[in-house]
């Protein structure tokens, strides 16, 4: 299959599985568990992630269950204009996956979050299990590990939205990291901004 066509169906497929609410999915299928019919959709998303160029192993060989996570956001005035980065390896450094990602006028700290947000959804929609995010904002990485309270209530439903994105992994470590071991990812969030999504 054209890897291009099969990262499109992974995507709408990955798609459906987090927009379809329960009243959509039991119209369409009385019977169903809405829960389990997630599942499928995301493991079917999971099947047409398509292998490296030239690879003979299968898509789902070709992205392993164990990756590492870096992400970042920027925002040029705090607030202002933001923009998230994220870049997702293998255990051995191969990057399996970048994204960047215009964010519009928001805080630092919810650029931080976004960018993990958009990281965490990237990695989950690839199959990935067991995840080590790296970041380099040391606010949130002691907010997710329970050591800083949230106290803001716009970052309350960021956080809350990570909390229900890590219950797609069987195991997930938060690590703060210098931020010039975050060079890509931070990169990345600033050509966000100044491509403005383009």
Do not use: C
């Not at 999915?25 to 398509?50: M, Q, T």
């Not at 650029?111 to 995840?131: N, P």
């Amino acid at each position: 299959m054209n890897p291009l066509r099969s990262q499109s169906y992974s995507r709408v497929l990955a798609a459906l599985a987090e927009n379809l609410g329960d009243a959509e999915i039991r119209a369409a299928v009385p019977d169903a568990d809405p829960a389990e019919v997630r599942k499928i959709l995301r493991e079917l998303a999971g099947r047409f992630r398509p292998a490296v160029e030239g690879d003979s192993r299968s898509a789902a060989d070709a992205v392993p269950d164990a990756a590492v996570l870096f992400t970042d956001g920027a925002s040029r005035g705090n607030p202002g204009e933001a923009g998230a980065g994220a870049v997702l390896t293998g255990p051995d450094g191969r990057e399996i996956a970048s994204g960047r990602w215009y964010l519009g006028r928001v805080t630092n700290n919810a650029a931080e979050y976004l960018a993990l947000i958009h990281g965490l959804e990237e990695a989950a929609a690839r199959g990935i299990k067991r995840l080590e995010v790296r970041m380099d904002s040391e606010l949130v990485v002691r907010q997710l590990n329970g050591r800083y309270r949230v106290k803001d209530a716009g970052l309350k439903k960021l956080f809350s939205q990570v909390q229900e994105l890590r219950q797609r992994f069987s195991r997930i470590t938060f690590t703060h990291v210098r931020r010039e071991q975050n060079r890509r990812a931070d990169r990345l969030a600033n050509e966000a901004i100044d491509r403005k999504g383009r």
